[in-house]
């Protein structure tokens, strides 16, 4: 869930990580140590990631503003003390796996597909003016390459 200053679900989160019922909401900043708010080009785009499903299923109408994402049970958590080595630990735990898609139309029929997940160094590309463009995460780095985010990229099996 990605939430704005003046939004209800963002003060939401706000209070409820404020009042230590933060249990169910994790604030995420997509930015690496060195960002300086002052002088950077981009905002950091912060948001509270909300997870309500528990479980492997979500059913819900679809909204297409609605990002979803992936969280671990805490006891399956890494235990490393390396913050990035636990996270890249964390987000290998779904490397091969299959993520199905099933969707029921208006008129009852559906449609079912299956992903593959790889897990790794994400390549980031950047437009001409040099803002990373999160919006076109396609591929893995190459070994010349060194703007990336780690997670998985999903492949359509079906």
Not at 22 to 50: L, R
Not at 117 to 132: A, H, M, Q, R, W
Request: proline share 3%; charged share 30%.
């Amino acid at each position: 869930m990605t939430c704005g200053d003046k939004d209800a679900e963002y003060e939401k989160a706000q209070n409820a990580t404020a009042s230590g019922e933060g249990e169910s909401y994790e604030m995420i900043a997509d930015a690496d140590f060195n960002y300086d708010e002052a002088t950077a080009n981009e905002p950091i785009p912060y948001h509270y990631e909300h997870l309500v499903v528990e479980g492997d299923t979500y059913e819900g109408a679809y909204n297409d503003k609605m990002l979803f994402g992936m969280s671990i049970p805490k006891e399956l958590r890494s235990k490393n003390d390396d913050d990035q080595a636990a996270y890249h630990e964390d987000v290998d735990q779904v490397n091969d796996a299959t993520l199905t898609i099933e969707v029921t139309f208006l008129d009852g029929s559906t449609e079912t597909h299956h992903y593959k997940l790889k897990t790794g160094k994400i390549f980031v590309p950047s437009d001409e003016n040099g803002y990373l463009q999160w919006d076109n995460l396609t591929r893995f780095v190459t070994s010349e390459e060194e703007s990336y985010t780690y997670g998985y990229l999903m492949e359509k099996i079906d």
